[in-house]
Structures are given as structure tokens and as C-alpha cells.
């Protein structure tokens, strides 16, 4: 079955600092790629998406590359901030599935001043 | 826009008894689903509709129990609560597909539920 394999968290880090989050993924068919974050009581939000190989899915300074050959949509940022703290889940979605998305187990990023 | 509104945000039970949690969105997205949150698992399907009369089982359904009357109104039913099923419960809402690639959806903001 699909499959979405994520980073452990937490993941500590000063701000000002490079993001990168690892995300691998195994799907039978031909998936769109997703990052959702979650902030502190709150429900998930999209981050940003890629739907095909190569594409680049930007949002808030975060950035993600659908990369078809590695299996993978690793999420990075080149300077994060405090409000950045945040669980970040990445998922995959199969094309016509409807709302049925497959979840990595989520990464919690700690910005520290 | 209110989006997707579950109530009640916290509820505690005992083992055995029953409540439903409850979702509403006014999106008019056609797709509504359930996912449980438990620490180290991520977010699992519990039960999807993909429209009204409509309901099929996700990954983890045992113990749960849905229907979809209305396009706006999905609830979760707990018959017997169970420790196991201590967890956050997020409702979340979509179109159906337009454009190329999976939907994305639209969350509500979580229900926490204990099971003494």
C-alpha cells in the first residue's frame, strides 16, 4: 500500500537557521505530494502541494521539489523564524481518491530566539 | 467563512459509553472524512463520504460508526467507547477534483476525546 515516511522529530533549531525536512514516499499509482502544518491547538493547514515530477510546490519561504527518481518531497526553508514552530505532516494523495490522504507521522520543529 | 466546525472540542468518557462527535463545513465540498491523530502514528482515515448517502470505511473504522444526510453535516459516531480510542479527531472537507491531482482538503480544528 502507500506509504509516507518522514524525518523523527523534534527538530531543534536557532532562527535564521536552513529548514530541510526529509520526506520519502512509496504509492502504487502516480501521486500528488502535500505539506501540511499544524501550529500549536490548531487544525492542519496545506503548506504547499506538487502534483507531477519536477514541480515545485512554494509557500511562506518554504519550498518542496516533487522528485519522481528518488521518491522523495523534502520540505526546506532557508531562514526559519520562531513562528515556524509548528508540526509539519507530509502526505500523498492519488489522483481521483478523493480526501483519502496517507500521512508521514508528522515533525516538530522548535525556532529558538 | 466558518469553514469546518467539529463540536465539542474536548469531551472525556467512560469505557462503554456513547457520543457522537460532530462535523459541519459550508464549503458545499462534496467529500467529507475523519481522521484520528495518536502521537507517533500521524493522521489515519477512520470513515470518507463522498457525498450525501454516501459512506465508505478508511483505514481504522472498527468502533465507529457515520452517515452523511446532508452535504454539509458529517458525524462521527462512537456506539461503546474503548481506551484505544483516546485521540484527537479531525474532520476535514474537499472539492471533488477539478484540476489535476488529489484534492486538497480543509480541517477543522480538532476534537479531543478521552476514554476512561
Known amino acids: 500500500g502507500d506509504s509516507v515516511t518522514q524525518m523523527e522529530g523534534p527538530v531543534t533549531l536557532s532562527e535564521e537557521a536552513f529548514l530541510t525536512i526529509n520526506c520519502t514516499y512509496t504509492?502504487?499509482?502516480?501521486?500528488?505530494l502535500f505539506w501540511y502544518v499544524q501550529y500549536p491547538g490548531e487544525g492542519l493547514q496545506l503548506l504547499l502541494k506538487a502534483t507531477k515530477a519536477d514541480d515545485k510546490g512554494s509557500n511562506k519561504g518554504f519550498e518542496a521539489t516533487y522528485r519522481k527518481e528518488t521518491t522523495s518531497f523534502h520540505l526546506e526553508k532557508g531562514s526559519v523564524q520562531v513562528s515556524d514552530s509548528a508540526v509539519y505532516f507530509c502526505a500523498l494523495g492519488i489522483t481521483g481518491g478523493g480526501n483519502k490522504l496517507t500521512f508521514g507521522t508528522g515533525t516538530q520543529l522548535k525556532v529558538e530566539l | 467563512n466558518a469553514g469546518v466546525t467539529q463540536t465539542p472540542k474536548f469531551q472525556v468518557l467512560k469505557t462503554g459509553q456513547s457520543m457522537t462527535l460532530q462535523c459541519a463545513q459550508d464549503m458545499n465540498h462534496e467529500y467529507m472524512s475523519w481522521y484520528r491523530q495518536d502521537p507517533g502514528m500521524g493522521l489515519r482515515l477512520i470513515h470518507y463520504s463522498v457525498g450525501a448517502g454516501i459512506t465508505d470505511q478508511g483505514e481504522v473504522p472498527n468502533g465507529y460508526n457515520v452517515s452523511r444526510s446532508t452535504t454539509e453535516d458529517f458525524p462521527l459516531r462512537l456506539l461503546s467507547a474503548a481506551p484505544s480510542q483516546t485521540s484527537v479527531y479531525f474532520c476535514?472537507?474537499?472539492?471533488?477534483?477539478?484540476?489535476?491531482?488529489?484534492?486538497?482538503?480543509?480541517f477543522g480544528a480538532g476534537s479531543r476525546l478521552t476514554v476512561l
Open positions: 504509492a502504487t499509482g502516480y501521486p500528488s
Open positions: 476535514a472537507s474537499s472539492y471533488r477534483g477539478r484540476n489535476s491531482g488529489a484534492n486538497v482538503l480543509t
